[in-house]
């Protein structure tokens, strides 16, 4: 069975960092090209970060550019993602998913993990 | 950056009746190799989204073929055939030419 479990969410001051991880399972972690999507409480679904199945390629949303770090050891069928300087409109859901956009059927998506940024 | 426009924003359908969700993309999502780049996911409530269209009319594993996507280039069309209770929630088109984009959502409930 396929499964993507992110963790590491939780509550975060302004300002701060954090790093949320999801781990896979139930496919071959290597061959594919992961994303991280979020989604703040009560709105649309906003794209961070890509990585390619190698992490020779990664892409960043422009409105996050310079405060993300995407990453993946595919030694531990995992991706993380590093966030600097959050802000209060970083608060959301974050969401591991495989091979959004791939021109595919491999799409797959976590449960997500919650990121609340509040003094 | 790519703009994804979705209208409408929300839809109440009478079960058994057909309901179409329209998406606007602000530049040309067809390449050269024929393919549009424009994907249809739905989020059900409290759930993650799950992919439904691929490739602007390709239905994903699993999805009812009452769910069908037409369109090409800038202007695409999701439709439900016959709604049933189990279609509520919000649907998202998705761009994936430059980087991945998505609309604003158009939530659909059953009347």
New interface residues.
């Given amino acids: 069975e396929v499964q993507l479990v992110e963790s590491g969410g939780g509550l975060v001051k302004p300002g701060g960092s954090l790093k949320i991880s999801c781990v896979a399972s139930g496919f071959t972690f290597s061959k594919f090209t992961m994303?991280w999507?979020r989604q703040a409480p009560g709105k649309?679904?906003?794209?961070v970060s890509?990585i390619s199945s190698s992490s020779t390629y990664i892409?960043y949303?422009?409105s996050l550019k310079g405060r993300v770090h995407i990453s993946r050891d595919n030694a531990k069928n995992s991706v993380y993602l590093q966030i600097d300087g959050l802000r209060d409109d970083d608060t959301a859901v974050y969401?591991c998913a495989r091979a959004?956009?791939?021109?595919?059927?491999d799409?797959f998506?976590?449960?997500?993990t919650l990121v609340i940024v509040s003094s | 950056d790519i703009l994804m426009t979705q209208s409408p924003l929300s839809l109440a359908v009478t079960p058994g009746e057909p309901a179409s969700i329209s998406c606007r993309s602000s530049q040309s999502l067809l390449q050269v190799n024929g393919i549009n780049y424009l994907d249809w996911y739905l989020q059900k409530p409290g759930k993650s989204p799950q992919l439904i269209i691929y490739m602007g009319s390709n239905r994903a594993s699993g999805v009812p073929d009452r769910f069908s996507g037409s369109g090409s280039g800038t202007d695409f069309t999701l439709t439900i055939s016959r709604v049933e209770a189990e279609d509520v929630g919000v649907y998202y088109c998705m761009q994936a030419l430059r980087g991945l984009t998505f609309g604003g959502g158009t939530k659909v409930e059953i009347k």
Avoid at chain 1, 44 to 47: T, V, Y
Avoid at chain 1, 100 to 105: C, L, M, N, Q, W
Avoid at chain 1, 109 to 112: D, L, P, R, V
């Fill in positions: 994303n999507v649309g679904l906003e794209w890509t892409y949303a422009d969401y959004v956009g791939s021109s595919s059927a799409d998506w976590g449960q997500g």
